[in-house]
């Protein structure tokens, strides 16, 4: 659950991105045919080794299992939706999605309802304990899967939870809470304090501010952040290959890999189900990038 | 002290439920595993109590003779000289993966990053087709190229036989396993490198590249006086961050080399995995790893912070 990047970093580029741009570009006109050539060649390059492992495990998708196993490279090969089929009707896929889709979502949930607050906290209040807890923010940053995952498995094992979705859902907001708390602190920093005080001088009080003020206004920082927090949740394996053991209790993460075991692993299944995996991934992530350049850029002082 | 709780009252009530979660989550499975890292807990020796059913079905419960027991520093000295598992083999393969990993993100990621800054056409197509990566869950994309290396069904091997070159064994030699978990983490990674230092570029001041170009700067001046000093907040804190999650990246090593071959590409999280809960699961031993993975980010961090600090920057 490690590789989401937290809101500060990964906020800011796409906002300056649209109000930035016209005023330096103007005066970039004059390049030589040349360097215009070796931009784009090299952008090509790149844009191709990005794109070519998304492809070609599209491409292996479609073909028949028998044209997969086979040495030489072929990039179409009587395509077919034989493998999604069969990926549908004759594993546990369906059963593994609907766990991954019950697991991330309630580890969203949680992990919003948990450190909304305390974001907002964080962001508008100096109290005693606030260093404190902003370095315990970043601490469980480094933690690694390795420090928790025996303790956190020992324990559930002890209060007969292994196997079974909570147990995911507790050891996901080990990483959601305190990322999510990160994340809402910086986007409440973005809203301006002059909506408080205005709040405060028509009588609400902290909570009421927060609830009625900063909330409705927050919306699309708590969508970004629920979005990311659901991606990270979808894509965690360690966790859910160690507590899931029953193939109709596995989420993604643990079932894709029984495809491929050392031995005649099936790629047909695995390039199939990597699509059907990576395709609402992508959506979400496509989504909530425009709703972050749209929210932190229209945000605010509107409301 | 009544008068602080009446002033921060509703900010600590704020906080609260995330530092219960913290607690109750946290810090008592820490706690838990800083422990057991001084234990000889494994799969055999978990229970404290033995039961037994009597006729009639009632259950009698009595100690555990072979209960886990504290075993002080034992874990560490075995784990530090090598006489269980191989920290320092896969302490090394740590170092090698990091680094590489950081560098080619770092690097492929800034250079994206200045050529995507420029205004020319196609600019936002090239900046959507380059993030692509980052949507895909890191798993799937350990698969995916666990299948593109494919010994005998990959991409890589089919174009390398169509040219006439030998088909490589990826898996059965360190370095080249190594190599191919380095190019799926690289792929993984440069999108997240390159939109942070994007965000950085836009930050910094137009007029500074008109001054210098009147001062008749060359290009590589500019970047080297003007670029790379006005990213350095951004580049510290994604360095930072990045190290730290390639050093705990556990799905590519995993699906990727999965250690081949012979356990010789582990890294420590992988290591720590896999003695919890393959084979034998020794938790104990698993502990121990974590407890020192922990102390080495710990350390690293504390340190970089310093230098950046002694440097004149703070973040």
């Given at each position: 659950?490690?590789?989401?990047?937290?809101?500060?970093?990964?906020?800011?580029?796409?906002?300056?991105?649209?109000?930035?741009?016209?005023?330096?570009?103007?005066?970039?006109?004059?390049?030589?045919?040349?360097?215009?050539?070796?931009?784009?060649?090299?952008?090509?390059?790149?844009?191709?080794?990005?794109?070519?492992?998304?492809?070609?495990?599209?491409?292996?998708?479609?073909?028949?299992?028998?044209?997969?196993?086979?040495?030489?490279?072929?990039?179409?090969?009587?395509?077919t939706l034989d493998n999604y089929r069969r990926l549908l009707t004759e594993t546990d896929f369906p059963t593994w999605f609907v766990n991954s889709v019950v697991v991330a979502a309630f580890t969203m949930v949680i992990g919003i309802a948990m450190s909304a607050t305390a974001g907002y906290a964080l962001s508008r209040f100096n109290f005693p304990g606030k260093r404190g807890l902003m370095w315990v923010f970043l601490l469980t940053q480094m933690?690694?899967?390795?420090?928790?995952?025996?303790?956190?498995?020992?324990?559930?094992?002890?209060?007969?939870?292994?196997?079974?979705?909570?147990?995911?859902?507790?050891?996901?907001?080990?990483?959601?809470?305190?990322?999510?708390?990160?994340?809402?602190r910086g986007y409440f920093d973005t809203i301006p304090r002059e909506l408080d005080e205005a709040a405060a001088l028509d009588g609400l009080g902290p909570f009421g501010t927060f609830w009625r003020v900063i909330l409705p206004l927050a919306r699309p920082g708590l969508a970004v952040t629920a979005f990311y927090t659901f991606l990270t949740a979808w894509g965690e394996v360690a966790y859910a290959i160690a507590f899931m053991?029953?193939?109709?209790?596995?989420?993604?993460?643990?079932?894709?890999?029984?495809?491929?075991?050392?031995?005649?692993?099936?790629?047909?299944?695995?390039?199939s189900g990597a699509v059907l995996i990576t395709l609402p991934a992508a959506i979400v992530f496509f989504f909530a990038q425009r709703h972050l350049v749209a929210g932190l850029t229209a945000g605010g002082t509107k409301g | 002290m009544r008068k602080s709780f009446?002033?921060?009252?509703?900010?600590?009530?704020?906080?609260?439920?995330?530092?219960?979660?913290?607690?109750?989550?946290?810090?008592?499975?820490?706690?838990?595993?800083?422990w057991q890292s001084?234990?000889?807990?494994?799969?055999?020796?978990?229970?404290?109590?033995?039961?037994?059913?009597?006729?009639?079905?009632?259950?009698?419960?009595e100690p555990n003779p072979d209960a886990a027991k504290?075993?002080?520093?034992?874990?560490?000295?075995?784990?530090?000289?090598?006489?269980?598992?191989?920290?320092?083999?896969?302490?090394?393969?740590?170092?090698?993966?990091?680094?590489?990993?950081?560098?080619?993100?770092?690097?492929?990621?800034?250079?994206?990053?200045?050529?995507?800054?420029?205004?020319?056409?196609?600019?936002?197509?090239?900046?959507?087709?380059?993030i692509l990566p980052w949507a895909v869950p890191s798993f799937v994309a350990a698969f995916a190229w666990r299948f593109i290396f494919d010994e005998r069904f990959g991409v890589i091997n089919g174009v390398l036989r169509a040219v006439g070159i030998d088909p490589v064994s990826w898996f059965e030699q360190r370095w080249t396993s190594l190599f191919t978990a380095i190019v799926?983490?690289?792929?993984?990674?440069?999108?997240?490198?390159?939109?942070?230092?994007?965000?950085?570029?836009?930050?910094?001041?137009?007029?500074?590249?008109?001054?210098?170009?009147?001062?008749?700067?060359?290009?590589?001046?500019?970047?080297?006086?003007?670029?790379?000093?006005?990213?350095?907040p951004v580049s510290s804190t994604v360095v930072l961050l990045g190290t730290i999650w390639t050093f705990n990246m556990f799905p590519i090593i995993y699906f990727v080399t999965r250690g081949q071959p012979a356990g010789e590409t582990e890294i420590l999280v992988t290591g720590?995995?896999?003695?919890?809960?393959?084979?034998?699961?020794?938790?104990?031993?698993?502990?121990?790893?974590?407890?020192?993975?922990?102390?080495?980010?710990?350390?690293?961090?504390?340190?970089?912070?310093?230098?950046?600090?002694k440097q004149g920057e703070v973040f």
């Open positions: 659950m490690s590789t989401m990047p937290p809101a500060a970093v990964a906020a800011d580029p796409l906002e300056s991105v649209a109000d930035t741009r016209p005023v330096r570009n103007r005066r970039r006109r004059e390049r030589s045919v040349g360097a215009s050539i070796a931009l784009h060649a090299t952008l090509i390059v790149a844009t191709f080794s990005a794109l070519f492992p998304i492809l070609w495990v599209v491409l292996s998708s479609i073909k028949p299992a028998s044209e997969i196993r086979r040495t030489e490279i072929q990039v179409f090969a009587s395509p933690f690694p899967v390795a420090i928790l995952i025996v303790p956190i498995y020992t324990i559930m094992a002890n209060l007969g939870l292994i196997d079974t979705k909570p147990s995911l859902v507790i050891a996901y907001c080990t990483v959601a809470v305190p990322f999510c708390a990160w994340m809402l053991q029953g193939s109709n209790h596995y989420t993604l993460g643990a079932g894709l890999q029984t495809f491929v075991p050392q031995f005649s692993p099936r790629w047909e299944l695995l390039t | 009446d002033k921060h009252w509703y900010a600590w009530a704020m906080v609260l439920p995330t530092v219960i979660v913290l607690g109750v989550l946290v810090f008592y499975p820490l706690l838990q595993g800083v001084f234990t000889n807990l494994n799969e055999s020796n978990q229970r404290a109590e033995i039961c037994t059913k009597i006729l009639g079905g009632a259950v009698t419960c504290f075993v002080g520093l034992d874990n560490y000295v075995d784990i530090l000289t090598g006489q269980q598992g191989h920290f320092w083999l896969q302490f090394s393969n740590t170092l090698v993966w990091t680094l590489a990993c950081v560098a080619l993100h770092y690097g492929l990621g800034l250079g994206l990053a200045v050529m995507l800054n420029r205004n020319f056409r196609g600019r936002s197509f090239y900046r959507v087709a380059l799926a983490n690289v792929w993984l990674g440069v999108p997240f490198m390159m939109v942070a230092l994007l965000g950085g570029l836009q930050s910094i001041n137009g007029d500074l590249y008109e001054a210098a170009e009147m001062d008749g700067a060359t290009p590589w001046q500019r970047f080297v006086n003007i670029t790379l000093p006005g990213l350095r720590a995995y896999r003695a919890a809960f393959e084979g034998i699961r020794d938790y104990s031993l698993a502990a121990t790893y974590g407890v020192l993975i922990l102390s080495i980010l710990v350390v690293y961090a504390s340190v970089y912070k310093r230098l950046l600090a």
